[in-house]
């Protein structure tokens, strides 16, 4: 069947004027608590990037970037990366500045250039692995290298780690607090590091893989069944699903997730588990403009009273 994947699947459903769409993504971005819980759908994305390039400064909170971090994923706004990278001025004072710059470090990764991701890994280890607030900003630290997966590696990151554990060792005989920085330290090395390079690992592999080879992987790490179904690369997986139903037959990724509806009365899951799966990918089948079937329906009808903001979704229905 002949189609127009971009007219027929665009990322969201306009409904909201040029003044609406600014207030309500400005109230996202840089509305603190106040905010909404995530990035408002039916906005015109030329709207998404004016707003960021004109309200988003170099001194903006750590958490309006990572909140326009999340507007462009779910927009697909590459344009505002150059934006935002002009806040990466070597000049991290604290924890704040350390996590304000990992998340236009992913902004590159995710969108950037190859240039443009070379020089985010380049500052990842240059300014931020030696950075004394560097270890209370870990989670942030090791979501950037995930993101620069294919131009990074976490080498340094790794060797701080290390020469942090020699420094902290005798103190772990002193004192209580020594002891827990050293578990904390010989943690990050144990567990977070190793998961964040096999997620790299793992991201580099599907990231070379053609579509028909990676589709049934990333449909398991967005509905979080795989080992690799982090936050960061579920939303990853989908946007890959996404854009391979918007340029390409969206028939495949649909049945994919279909498919994962129909198995589930034989998995033995959880009803709380059963309908997070079933509600998000339900909800992916019809927000990429697929069928589905009059008892993946009644799944679905039954399933989604739990709730849920999943990102392949566009609010409607």
Known sequence: MDRNPMQHIPITQVRHGALDGRQLLEGYIFGGKFGTPRVPRGIEPEIVSQVIGESLKPDSSPDAYERTLEAIRFYERADVVPHMML???????????????TYILQAAGDFGTGEMATRASQYFDAKLVPHPSELDAMPQMLEALVALAMVASPGRL?????????????????SEEGMRNYQRLASYQRNDLRKAVSVMDNRKRLASLQ????????????????????????????????????????????????????????????????????TRAAQAVLYLQGQLSPQQRAMYEKA???????FLWDDIG
């Open 87 to 101: 806040a990466l001025r070597g000049s991290e004072v604290n924890v704040s500045d350390v996590r304000r710059s």
């Open 211 to 278: 579509p028909d080879f990676r589709r049934t992987e990333l449909v398991q790490i967005y509905l979080g069944q795989s080992a690799f179904s982090t936050a960061q690369m579920q939303t990853w997986s989908a946007r890959l699903l996404r854009a391979e139903a918007m340029t390409s037959n969206p028939d495949p990724v649909c049945a994919e997730f279909a498919k994962t509806i129909d198995a589930l009365p034989s998995q033995k899951l959880g009803e709380m588990a059963a309908n997070l799966i079933i």
């Open 304 to 310: 989604r009273k739990s709730g849920g903001m999943n």
């Open 158 to 174: 790794a060797q701080r780690i290390q020469d942090e554990m020699s420094k902290a060792a005798p103190d772990q005989e002193v």
